[in-house]
Protein backbone atom coordinates (compact mmCIF):
# COMPACT_ATOMS: atom_id res chain seq x y z
CA UNK A 1 0.00 0.00 0.00
CA UNK A 2 0.85 3.76 -0.96
CA UNK A 3 1.48 6.07 2.02
CA UNK A 4 0.41 9.20 -0.18
CA UNK A 5 -2.26 11.13 1.20
CA UNK A 6 -5.75 10.25 -0.50
CA UNK A 7 -7.01 13.59 -3.32
CA UNK A 8 -9.19 15.98 -2.47
CA UNK A 9 -11.97 15.90 -4.38
CA UNK A 10 -13.36 19.07 -5.37
CA UNK A 11 -16.98 19.50 -3.98
CA UNK A 12 -19.84 20.88 -6.51
CA UNK A 13 -22.18 22.58 -3.55
CA UNK A 14 -21.12 26.00 -3.36
CA UNK A 15 -20.19 27.72 -0.18
CA UNK A 16 -21.31 30.25 1.67
CA UNK A 17 -18.38 32.27 1.68
CA UNK A 18 -18.98 31.43 -3.02
CA UNK A 19 -22.39 32.52 -2.75
CA UNK A 20 -21.61 36.44 -1.46
CA UNK A 21 -21.44 39.23 -4.30
CA UNK A 22 -22.76 36.70 -6.79
CA UNK A 23 -25.33 37.47 -9.71
CA UNK A 24 -28.09 35.29 -9.58
CA UNK A 25 -27.57 32.49 -12.08
CA UNK A 26 -29.68 33.49 -15.57
CA UNK A 27 -31.85 30.62 -16.85
CA UNK A 28 -32.28 29.53 -20.29
CA UNK A 29 -35.94 29.92 -22.26
CA UNK A 30 -37.16 28.65 -25.29
CA UNK A 31 -34.85 27.78 -27.85
CA UNK A 32 -31.33 28.45 -26.29
CA UNK A 33 -32.60 32.55 -25.21
CA UNK A 34 -31.28 33.29 -22.05
CA UNK A 35 -34.05 34.89 -19.82
CA UNK A 36 -33.20 38.27 -17.97
CA UNK A 37 -33.73 37.98 -13.78
CA UNK A 38 -37.12 38.68 -12.93
CA UNK A 39 -37.37 42.72 -11.86
CA UNK A 40 -39.24 44.88 -9.09
CA UNK A 41 -42.58 46.32 -10.63
CA UNK A 42 -42.60 50.23 -10.94
CA UNK A 43 -44.22 52.00 -8.03
CA UNK A 44 -47.59 52.98 -8.49
CA UNK A 45 -48.25 56.49 -9.83
CA UNK A 46 -50.38 58.77 -7.27
CA UNK A 47 -52.92 60.30 -9.18
CA UNK A 48 -53.38 64.06 -8.68
CA UNK A 49 -55.41 65.80 -5.49
CA UNK A 50 -59.13 66.77 -6.79
CA UNK A 51 -59.36 70.57 -6.09
CA UNK A 52 -61.80 71.65 -3.34
CA UNK A 53 -65.42 71.65 -3.63
CA UNK A 54 -67.21 75.18 -4.39
CA UNK A 55 -68.70 76.25 -1.57
CA UNK A 56 -72.35 77.51 -1.93
CA UNK A 57 -73.18 81.04 -2.63
CA UNK A 58 -69.73 81.51 -4.60
CA UNK A 59 -71.23 82.61 -7.71
CA UNK A 60 -73.62 84.88 -6.01
CA UNK A 61 -70.28 86.74 -3.97
CA UNK A 62 -68.29 86.30 -7.35
CA UNK A 63 -70.77 87.95 -9.59
CA UNK A 64 -71.44 90.75 -6.71
CA UNK A 65 -67.81 91.17 -6.68
CA UNK A 66 -67.68 91.77 -10.32
CA UNK A 67 -70.26 94.23 -10.03
CA UNK A 68 -68.77 96.22 -7.60
CA UNK A 69 -65.54 96.64 -9.60
CA UNK A 70 -67.75 97.75 -12.76
CA UNK A 71 -69.34 100.44 -11.20
CA UNK A 72 -66.06 101.57 -8.80
CA UNK A 73 -64.40 101.84 -12.20
CA UNK A 74 -67.17 103.76 -14.02
CA UNK A 75 -67.92 105.96 -11.67
CA UNK A 76 -63.66 106.94 -11.20
CA UNK A 77 -63.46 107.17 -15.19
CA UNK A 78 -66.19 109.26 -15.35
CA UNK A 79 -64.74 111.55 -12.66
CA UNK A 80 -61.72 111.72 -13.89
CA UNK A 81 -62.39 112.63 -17.31
CA UNK A 82 -64.46 115.26 -16.30
CA UNK A 83 -61.96 117.10 -14.00
CA UNK A 84 -59.60 116.71 -16.62
CA UNK A 85 -61.55 118.56 -19.47
CA UNK A 86 -62.96 121.22 -16.94
CA UNK A 87 -59.34 121.93 -15.93
CA UNK A 88 -58.02 122.43 -19.64
CA UNK A 89 -61.63 124.26 -20.77
CA UNK A 90 -60.94 126.56 -18.12
CA UNK A 91 -57.21 127.02 -18.31
CA UNK A 92 -58.29 127.95 -22.00
CA UNK A 93 -60.69 130.66 -20.41
CA UNK A 94 -58.17 132.68 -18.34
CA UNK A 95 -55.32 132.04 -20.95
CA UNK A 96 -57.56 134.07 -23.17
CA UNK A 97 -58.75 136.41 -20.71
CA UNK A 98 -54.68 137.09 -20.05
CA UNK A 99 -54.63 138.30 -24.00
CA UNK A 100 -57.50 140.89 -23.45
CA UNK A 101 -56.08 141.89 -19.69
CA UNK A 102 -52.73 142.94 -21.13
CA UNK A 103 -54.34 145.78 -23.32
CA UNK A 104 -55.39 147.56 -19.88
CA UNK A 105 -53.38 150.07 -18.93
CA UNK A 106 -54.46 150.90 -14.87
CA UNK A 107 -55.23 146.85 -13.56
CA UNK A 108 -53.85 145.31 -16.36
CA UNK A 109 -50.39 144.29 -15.31
CA UNK A 110 -52.20 143.02 -11.64
CA UNK A 111 -55.15 140.82 -13.62
CA UNK A 112 -52.26 139.49 -15.95
CA UNK A 113 -50.35 138.35 -12.79
CA UNK A 114 -53.37 136.53 -11.02
CA UNK A 115 -54.50 135.08 -14.20
CA UNK A 116 -51.28 133.67 -14.96
CA UNK A 117 -51.07 131.94 -11.45
CA UNK A 118 -54.59 130.85 -11.75
CA UNK A 119 -53.02 128.82 -15.03
CA UNK A 120 -50.08 127.48 -12.80
CA UNK A 121 -52.20 126.55 -10.66
CA UNK A 122 -54.17 124.49 -12.37
CA UNK A 123 -51.70 122.93 -14.47
CA UNK A 124 -50.33 121.88 -10.83
CA UNK A 125 -53.11 120.05 -9.83
CA UNK A 126 -53.85 117.97 -13.52
CA UNK A 127 -49.76 116.68 -12.50
CA UNK A 128 -50.25 116.63 -8.95
CA UNK A 129 -53.71 113.97 -9.15
CA UNK A 130 -53.07 112.46 -12.72
CA UNK A 131 -56.68 113.28 -13.73
CA UNK A 132 -56.00 112.66 -17.35
CA UNK A 133 -53.88 108.99 -16.76
CA UNK A 134 -56.27 107.49 -14.53
CA UNK A 135 -59.07 108.51 -17.03
CA UNK A 136 -57.27 106.15 -19.35
CA UNK A 137 -56.34 103.37 -16.63
CA UNK A 138 -59.87 103.21 -15.12
CA UNK A 139 -61.35 102.95 -18.84
CA UNK A 140 -58.69 100.34 -19.60
CA UNK A 141 -59.69 98.41 -16.50
CA UNK A 142 -63.69 98.71 -16.86
CA UNK A 143 -62.98 97.36 -20.35
CA UNK A 144 -61.25 94.52 -19.41
CA UNK A 145 -63.93 93.54 -16.70
CA UNK A 146 -66.67 93.35 -19.28
CA UNK A 147 -64.59 91.40 -21.47
CA UNK A 148 -64.29 89.33 -18.62
CA UNK A 149 -67.73 89.18 -18.21
CA UNK A 150 -68.39 88.18 -21.36
CA UNK A 151 -66.04 85.18 -21.67
CA UNK A 152 -67.76 83.84 -17.77
CA UNK A 153 -71.40 84.53 -19.39
CA UNK A 154 -70.44 82.29 -22.71
CA UNK A 155 -68.34 79.83 -20.59
CA UNK A 156 -65.17 80.98 -23.24
CA UNK A 157 -62.08 79.45 -21.92
CA UNK A 158 -60.39 80.11 -19.28
CA UNK A 159 -63.98 79.77 -17.41
CA UNK A 160 -65.50 76.67 -19.58
CA UNK A 161 -63.83 74.03 -16.97
CA UNK A 162 -65.16 72.70 -13.76
CA UNK A 163 -63.38 75.45 -11.51
CA UNK A 164 -64.68 78.33 -13.61
CA UNK A 165 -65.92 80.37 -10.66
CA UNK A 166 -62.82 79.86 -8.99
CA UNK A 167 -60.30 81.47 -12.02
CA UNK A 168 -63.26 83.90 -12.46
CA UNK A 169 -62.42 85.22 -8.69
CA UNK A 170 -58.80 85.08 -9.58
CA UNK A 171 -59.18 87.24 -13.06
CA UNK A 172 -61.02 89.60 -10.80
CA UNK A 173 -58.46 89.75 -7.74
CA UNK A 174 -55.29 89.85 -10.13
CA UNK A 175 -57.26 93.22 -11.72
CA UNK A 176 -57.92 94.83 -8.82
CA UNK A 177 -54.25 93.94 -7.39
CA UNK A 178 -52.52 94.98 -10.19
CA UNK A 179 -54.54 98.50 -9.96
CA UNK A 180 -53.42 98.88 -6.47
CA UNK A 181 -50.12 98.62 -7.40
CA UNK A 182 -50.01 101.16 -9.54
CA UNK A 183 -52.07 103.39 -7.90
CA UNK A 184 -49.24 103.18 -4.82
CA UNK A 185 -46.28 103.49 -7.14
CA UNK A 186 -48.45 106.77 -8.60
CA UNK A 187 -48.58 107.81 -4.31
CA UNK A 188 -45.12 107.30 -3.72
CA UNK A 189 -43.99 109.27 -7.03
CA UNK A 190 -42.87 112.61 -6.28
CA UNK A 191 -44.85 114.15 -8.50
CA UNK A 192 -48.18 113.23 -7.27
CA UNK A 193 -50.48 111.04 -5.35
CA UNK A 194 -52.94 109.87 -7.57
CA UNK A 195 -56.47 110.46 -7.58
CA UNK A 196 -58.80 108.50 -5.24
CA UNK A 197 -58.06 105.33 -3.48
CA UNK A 198 -57.69 101.95 -5.48
CA UNK A 199 -60.78 99.86 -4.88
CA UNK A 200 -61.12 97.21 -1.93
CA UNK A 201 -63.44 94.24 -1.65
CA UNK A 202 -67.03 94.93 -0.90
Known amino acids: MSDAPDAVVPSSTPTRADSVGATPPRTRGRRGQITPPPTEPPAPVQAPPEPAPIPDGA ?53 TAVLGGIILVLEGVQQAFQFHDNWIRYRSTHTTLLKTLTQW ?7 DGADAVRQLALTLETLAGNETSTWAKSAEAPSGAGSGTPPTKK
Open 59 to 111: VDFVMGRMTYLLGWYEQHAQISRWCYLGIKVVQLIVAAAVSATALMQTAGPVL
Open 153 to 159: EVRAKPF
